[in-house]
Each structure stands twice: as C-alpha cells, then as structure tokens.
C-alpha cells in the first residue's frame, strides 16, 4: 500500500514523499524550541508561543492520527540574477496550489483506504513541518534551517497528511552540510549562527514579509539585501541549489511580471496597479505596507 500511495502522490505531481509516526516530538526539540522561543528569535511571530500542544504533538491535529505523510513540490524556477522578488512569489500563491493537489491527493486515499480519517496542512498550520520533512527522510536540515534534498535542493515546498492508517516509517536522511557555510558567511545580516540557528529578527525575510513597524536600524538591515518580499540569499549560495530543474507546475514558477521589475519601477505605481501586480501572489494582503518597508524603492 505505502508504494502505491507513493505512486499516487507522484501522479498528481508531489516530488518528495515520506512517511513518519505521528507521535510527540522528543523531549530534546522541545527543549531546543522553548530555548528558541526565550531568546526572542522569533521576533513578533507571536503565533509561534500559541498551540504548543499541537505543535508538539500532532496527536492533537488529529486525535487517530499514526502516521505523517510528508509531501514536497519543487518551485524552483529560473529568474534574472537582479530579480528583486524571491522565487516563491509563484504565478498562483502556492497556499492554493498546494491546498488543490492536498485535496485531490486525500480523495483518491478514501477511495483506496478505508475508514480514512485525515488532516492537511500547508504552510500556515500549528505544525512543525522541517521536523516532520527530517523524519520522513525526504530531506536534511540545512545550516540555513531549511529542508534540503540531495535531487532538488532546498526550493521546495512543505506540505503534509496525518491520517489515522499504519504505515512503516522512512529513514532519515544523513545532513550533507559537512564543513560549508557558505549560507552563515553569507546571510548580509548574520541572521544564522554557527549551528544554523535563525534568529528571525535579523533574517530579510521576516523584516521584509511578517515584520509591521520597522526602525532605522531594520531599514538599514533591509537595504543590504537586493530583495523584497522575502530573501533567498542563504539558498542562492548553497551548493546543491546549483543545476536545479526548474518545477514542472507552471502555476509554480515565480510570476512572469515580477522577473524583471526593478526597484525603480515601483517607485511611483499607484495602490491600485500593485494590487494588480501581486494579486495572484502570496503576498497580496500585505501590500498597504510596500512604500514604507522597503527603502530600497
Ligand atoms: C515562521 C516561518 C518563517 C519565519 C522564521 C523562519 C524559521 N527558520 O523559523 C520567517 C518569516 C523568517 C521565514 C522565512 C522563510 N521561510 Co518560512 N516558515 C515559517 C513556518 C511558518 C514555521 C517555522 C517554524 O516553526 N520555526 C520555528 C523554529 C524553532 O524552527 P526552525 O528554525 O524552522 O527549525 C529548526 C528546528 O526545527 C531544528 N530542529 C529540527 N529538528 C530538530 C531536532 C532536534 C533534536 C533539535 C535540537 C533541533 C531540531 O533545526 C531547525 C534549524 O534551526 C514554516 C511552515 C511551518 N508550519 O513549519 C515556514 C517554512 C519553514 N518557510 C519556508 C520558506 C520557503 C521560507 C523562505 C525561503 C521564504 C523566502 N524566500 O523569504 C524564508 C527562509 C528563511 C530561512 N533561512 O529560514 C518553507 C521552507 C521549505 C524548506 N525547503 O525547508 C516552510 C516549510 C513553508 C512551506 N510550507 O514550504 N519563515
């Protein structure tokens, strides 16, 4: 069954799977997290303190839960070396995207699984999805915090099932990283300390996406980068994001007209033709704030 539900997963267009139990994260990353958390590495994302039960045991997303099926979609796409956008500002917000193939992918499992019981997620879940990702072994833990596989690098996207089945969990997957730091050497900001940690009140993309009222002090940090809307330099330097076969989903390569727009482009674009501009994107909720945050404009 588990090789059939790979197969599905493949059809519908997921590029890494991998199976964990559905059980308590140890007492080691607990640890590890609260220590996270005291340090104030994360910043304002205040929604990090909150659902810690669930957070910590994914039993209390769904209460049969035993296993998690860890799903990966590869967004990598090639964009000019100034593109000032990151590379998942997709043509379509890959919540979307991801949520449709998530859908498609369960309805297809209750009709070969029975009895399923099942929950999702993407992205915006109470759930540790690197932690799980590591588990199921569709990935390492980089120095840059990110999930990287050996195929496809680090652009992809994390996604999710629990269901109440079963299934033999994969092995993990050894960390590659060795001596390189190329992605600490060159974060503008020194976001990632030595053991890959990201203090998120550094990193761009948190400045630059999550973060409301900026000082000068951020101001400045943002003005070292040549990004807006997230950063992407600790991947762009990393090793095995070299050679990258760009994403089969059209949907998930960066938006055409956001590849070669330059900064001063948006200087003087009204409300209303950047609401046009992002609207499929991931970001179009947050673009009352575009002026003020980004002093490169
Ligand atoms: C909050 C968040 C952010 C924050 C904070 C980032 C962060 N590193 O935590 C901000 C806004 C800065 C951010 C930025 C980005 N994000 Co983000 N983000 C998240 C989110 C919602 C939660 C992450 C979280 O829980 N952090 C908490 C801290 C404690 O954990 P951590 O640093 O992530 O991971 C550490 C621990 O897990 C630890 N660890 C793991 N296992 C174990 C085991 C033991 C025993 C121990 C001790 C430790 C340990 O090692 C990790 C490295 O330090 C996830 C989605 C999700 N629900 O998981 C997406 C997610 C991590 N983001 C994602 C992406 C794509 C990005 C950006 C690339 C976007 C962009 N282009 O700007 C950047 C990358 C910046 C970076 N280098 O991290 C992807 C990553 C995909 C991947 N290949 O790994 C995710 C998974 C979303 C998704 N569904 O695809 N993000």
């Not at 967004?75 to 979307?96: G, N």
């Not at 760009?246 to 055409?256: G, S």
Request: net charge positive.
């Amino acid at each position: 069954m588990k090789g059939r539900v790979k197969d599905i997963a493949k059809e519908l267009g997921f590029d890494l799977i991998g199976f964990s139990k559905c059980k308590k994260v140890t007492e080691e990353f607990a640890e590890f997290y609260f220590k996270w958390i005291k340090n104030n590495f994360h910043g304002d994302l205040k929604y990090l303190e909150r659902n810690i039960e669930k957070r910590f045991n994914p039993k209390n997303l769904l209460p049969s839960g035993k296993t998690i099926i860890s799903l990966g979609v590869n967004y990598y796409s090639e964009i000019p070396q100034d593109c000032i956008f990151p590379r998942y500002l997709t043509k379509v917000d890959y919540h979307i995207v991801i949520k449709n193939m998530l859908k498609e992918f369960v309805e297809i499992l209750k009709k070969e699984i029975k009895d399923l019981e099942y929950n999702f997620f993407v992205d915006s879940g109470p759930i540790l999805e690197k932690y799980w990702a590591k588990k199921s072994g569709i990935g390492f833990i980089g120095k840059n915090s990110l999930i990287i596989n050996p195929k496809f690098g680090s652009f992809i996207f994390l996604c999710e099932v629990i269901i109440n089945k079963e299934f033999d969990e994969d092995k993990e997957i050894e960390n590659l990283c060795g001596n390189c730091e190329k992605c600490i050497e060159s974060c503008p900001t020194g976001a990632i300390t030595k053991e890959g940690i990201i203090d998120v009140t550094k990193c761009i993309s948190y400045l630059t996406i999550e973060k409301k009222e900026l000082t000068e002090e951020e101001r400045k940090i943002i003005k070292k980068g040549n990004k807006i809307f997230g950063c992407e330099i600790c991947q762009e330097v990393c090793p095995f994001n070299k050679d990258l076969k760009e994403t089969e989903k059209d949907e998930l390569k960066i938006a055409e007209k956001l590849k070669d727009l330059k900064f001063e482009e948006l200087k003087n674009v009204s409300l209303l033709q950047l609401k046009e501009l992002f609207k499929t994107t991931a970001v179009r909720g947050k673009l009352i704030k575009l002026n003020p945050n980004f002093p490169q404009i």
